[in-house]
Structures are given as structure tokens and as C-alpha cells.
């Protein structure tokens, strides 16, 4: 079955940087139309679209409010994508969950599957 | 873009009905059959319930059905079962490769 395996919590300074990793199973990692989304989730609080990455192009897009600050990555080998948010600040703590757009598999325009979350404490 | 706007909260007793609002802009709800609902339990990642905006992927009870009019899309739990106790978030598609979610709505079963 399809399946996002993500790493493991991180404890940042302010400053710092974080690069969270995002392993699939399951399905052809670079098949066309499986883009791979970032959402994040601070403490209480409800879902925040971060951008996407293209597997197979490597193409990226995120959004405005992280221009500058977050670079979405991708392994082909290894069927692994990964998202580094550098200068961290104290509200950047939050869940990051990677998921996949189901477009491929019929569920155009939404994320059918997800990571179980990575938790990203920022703090002095 | 600025978030969707849902209810913070919506309660019924089992076996009663519960319809969540999700309401955008012209450039996203209402401009796009591509709005998608998130069902969210404590410490859970998100299950996606619904897709372009009525349609409900395999496993999914078809207690819950989606709608839109307008700027406005909606869920509906028939039925409401103590499980389906949970926060709810919509999503649209809001164009130039931009997704947005709705703030989220928690549903109590009474």
C-alpha cells in the first residue's frame, strides 16, 4: 500500500535551519501527476499549505509567505523527498506533513495520502 | 491568500446531521470544482473524506456528502456516529499552483 514515512522530531535554535525528509512506498514515486506537498500544523492550530515539489521534474512551488526561506528537494533513488525551512523562528514550531497528490489516482486536486507528521520545536 | 473561513465548532447528537461552511473568494471556492474536506483526530494526520467538491474516495461512509454554491462549499455528516467526532478542514485549489485551507471546524458529538 502507499505509504509516506517521514523523520523523526527536531529541536531548533532560532536561526537555524531544519530539512525534514518524506520516504514513499508503495506507488512510482516519479509518475507523473503524484506531486508532493508540504502542510503544516502549529500547536492548536488548524492546516497551512507550504508548496509542492514535482518528483520527476524536480520542480518546485511554494508559498508566498515562505519566499526566501523554504527549499523543497526530491531523491529519486532513494524515493525520498524532503523540505528545508532555514531561519527559524519561535512560530515555526509546528507538525510538517508531507502528502501526496492523488491526481494520478483520481482524486484530482487533493492529497490522498499523508505522512504521520514531523514534530519542529524552535526554541532557545 | 488568506485562509478559508469555517465555523470554529458544530455539535449533534448521534444520529442527527451536522453541515459545516467553508467560504472563499471568487478565486478559489468559486472559481474551482476542487475543494477537498480533511477529517483530523487528535494526534492523526489528516484522512481525506471528500474530493472535488461531492465526491467520496473509497472507504468513506456515504454519510458524508459535500456541496457548493457559490463561494461557499459545504460538508455534511448524516448519521453523526461518536466517531466522526473530529476536526474538519476544507481546501480549495486557488489557482497559479496555490492551494489554501479553511481555519477548521471541530464537530462534538453530543
Known amino acids: 500500500q502507499v505509504q509516506l514515512v517521514q523523520s523523526g522530531a527536531e529541536v531548533k535554535k532560532p536561526g537555524a535551519s531544519v530539512k525534514v525528509s518524506c520516504k514513499t512506498s508503495g506507488y512510482t514515486f516519479t509518475f507523473t501527476g503524484y506531486y508532493l506537498h508540504w502542510v503544516r500544523q502549529a500547536p492548536g492550530q488548524g492546516l497551512e499549505w507550504m508548496g509542492w515539489?514535482?518528483?520527476?521534474?524536480?520542480?518546485?512551488h511554494h508559498a508566498q509567505k515562505f519566499q526566501g526561506r523554504v527549499t523543497m528537494t526530491r531523491d529519486t533513488s532513494i524515493n525520498t523527498a524532503y523540505m528545508e525551512l532555514s531561519r527559524l523562528r519561535s512560530d515555526d514550531t509546528a507538525v510538517y506533513y508531507c502528502a501526496r497528490d492523488g491526481g494520478s489516482s483520481g482524486y484530482f486536486f487533493a492529497f490522498d495520502t499523508w505522512g504521520q507528521g514531523t514534530v519542529v520545536t524552535v526554541s532557545s | 491568500q488568506s485562509a478559508l473561513t469555517q465555523p470554529p465548532s458544530a455539535s449533534g447528537s448521534p444520529g442527527q446531521s451536522v453541515t459545516i461552511s467553508c467560504t472563499g473568494t471568487?478565486?478559489?471556492?468559486?472559481?474551482?470544482?476542487?475543494v477537498s474536506w480533511y477529517q483530523q483526530h487528535p494526534g492523526k494526520a489528516p484522512k481525506l473524506m471528500i474530493y472535488?467538491?461531492?465526491k467520496r474516495p473509497s472507504g468513506v461512509p456515504d454519510r458524508f456528502s459535500g456541496s457548493k454554491s457559490g463561494n461557499t462549499a459545504s460538508l455534511t455528516v448524516s448519521g453523526l456516529q461518536a466517531e466522526d467526532e473530529a476536526d474538519y478542514y476544507c481546501n480549495s485549489y486557488a489557482g497559479n499552483n496555490n492551494w489554501v485551507f479553511g481555519g477548521g471546524t471541530k464537530v462534538t458529538v453530543l
Open positions: 515539489i514535482n518528483p520527476n521534474s524536480g520542480g518546485t
Open positions: 472535488e467538491v461531492s
Open positions: 471568487s478565486s478559489d471556492v468559486g472559481a474551482y470544482n476542487y
